[in-house]
């Protein structure tokens, strides 16, 4: 049987230490129905919490692949559309040059094919030059650039410059064109076997440049579905069953109020005493 003193109100401590639980509990219920997450700092769970930091870090490096992979896709864009343009202007010098083999063609009008036929090369020479992006040209340079390809930066997506310049000319180059004019038909005949070299040699490149282009495009995607699984598994990490917070933030209130009665019964229960003392 208990001691009834002034002094010592056991029932009221008891009530007083299951209130402060309950509140306790309640505050954890509400953070992690405002905050969604189950575990908000390392003293929730210090494991999941580190788990979930680290994830998120890693998730967050591929952010920077991604832009890099943009830069190059970027890159790789300006460099075919450039290289169809001079394609197109290859085909057009080809059939300048094709004309200029025949020998029915007067000299005024040789004249007038070969403005054309070197304007036209020149348009190229502009165009190779001004197919840069972010100082990047995968046409007229001859390095390969990497791109990043994962967010601890072992992997990258190469692509391979073209090199191309159209000057000097050189046999050695792919895309080499010698200084004939169409002024006779011999060296028409050069400038057609030239563009015609040239020409195949191009759309060779531009044909590897787009593959190399569909392997940035692949990465990006990947990057893409790898950023979301992160996403996802921090979220079954740490994020909290809001159902279930709101089914044990309703029995709380309940308990939190229950303990307030408690504590107030448990307070006044001593007032009998008074009455052994008259």
Same mark, same amino acid.
């Given at each position: 049987?208990?001691?009834?003193?002034?002094n010592?109100?056991?029932q009221?401590?008891?009530?007083?230490?299951?209130?402060?639980?309950t509140?306790?509990?309640?505050?954890?219920t509400?953070?992690?129905?405002?905050?969604g997450?189950e575990?908000?700092?390392?003293?929730?769970?210090?494991?999941?919490?580190a788990?979930?930091?680290?994830?998120?870090?890693?998730?967050?490096?591929l952010n920077?692949v991604?832009?890099?992979?943009?830069?190059?896709?970027?890159?790789?864009?300006?460099?075919?559309?450039?290289g169809?343009?001079?394609?197109?202007?290859?085909?057009?010098?080809?059939?300048?040059?094709?004309?200029?083999?025949?020998?029915?063609?007067?000299?005024?009008?040789?004249?007038s094919?070969?403005?054309?036929?070197?304007?036209?090369?020149?348009q190229?020479?502009?165009?190779?030059?001004?197919?840069?992006?972010?100082?990047?040209?995968?046409?007229t340079?001859?390095?390969?650039?990497s791109?990043?390809?994962?967010?601890?930066?072992?992997?990258?997506?190469?692509?391979?410059?073209?090199?191309?310049?159209?000057?000097?000319?050189?046999?050695?180059?792919?895309?080499?064109?010698?200084?004939?004019?169409?002024?006779?038909?011999?060296?028409?005949?050069?400038?057609?076997?030239?563009?015609?070299?040239?020409?195949?040699?191009?759309?060779?490149?531009?044909?590897?440049?787009?593959?190399?282009?569909?392997?940035?495009d692949?990465?990006? +995607?990947?990057?893409?579905? /790898? @950023?979301?699984?992160?996403?996802? *598994? =921090?979220?079954? %990490?740490?994020? $909290?069953?809001l #159902?279930?917070?709101? +089914?044990?933030?309703?029995? /709380? @209130?309940?308990?939190?109020?229950? *303990? =307030?009665?408690? %504590?107030?019964i $448990?307070?006044? #229960?001593?007032?009998?005493?008074?009455?052994?003392?008259?």
């Amino acid at each position: 049987m208990g001691i009834n003193s002034v002094n010592t109100n056991a029932q009221a401590l008891v009530a007083l230490q299951g209130l402060n639980a309950t509140g306790r509990d309640l505050a954890t219920t509400t953070t992690r129905i405002a905050t969604g997450r189950e575990v908000n700092s390392a003293k929730d769970d210090g494991a999941t919490y580190a788990i979930a930091k680290r994830q998120t870090a890693d998730a967050n490096a591929l952010n920077a692949v991604k832009d890099s992979l943009a830069r190059g896709r970027g890159a790789v864009d300006v460099a075919l559309a450039a290289g169809e343009q001079v394609v197109d202007l290859l085909t057009k010098m080809k059939a300048l040059a094709l004309t200029g083999t025949e020998e029915s063609i007067p000299r005024s009008s040789r004249q007038s094919l070969m403005d054309d036929y070197w304007t036209m090369h020149l348009q190229i020479m502009r165009t190779f030059e001004g197919a840069d992006f972010d100082g990047i040209n995968l046409l007229t340079g001859s390095q390969t650039v990497s791109f990043l390809a994962s967010g601890d930066g072992a992997q990258t997506v190469d692509i391979d410059g073209l090199g191309a310049k159209f000057t000097p000319y050189t046999p050695t180059d792919p895309y080499y064109m010698r200084g004939h004019t169409l002024d006779e038909v011999e060296y028409a005949q050069y400038c057609l076997s030239d563009v015609s070299h040239t020409l195949k040699s191009m759309t060779a490149a531009l044909a590897k440049l787009g593959t190399q282009g569909e392997a940035l495009d692949g990465q990006t +995607a990947l990057v893409g579905k /790898l @950023q979301d699984q992160s996403e996802i *598994g =921090v979220g079954n %990490l740490i994020d $909290a069953d809001l #159902s279930k917070e709101s +089914a044990k933030l309703t029995a /709380l @209130q309940t308990k939190q109020s229950l *303990g =307030v009665q408690a %504590l107030s019964i $448990a307070t006044n #229960s001593a007032n009998w005493l008074r009455s052994l003392f008259g």
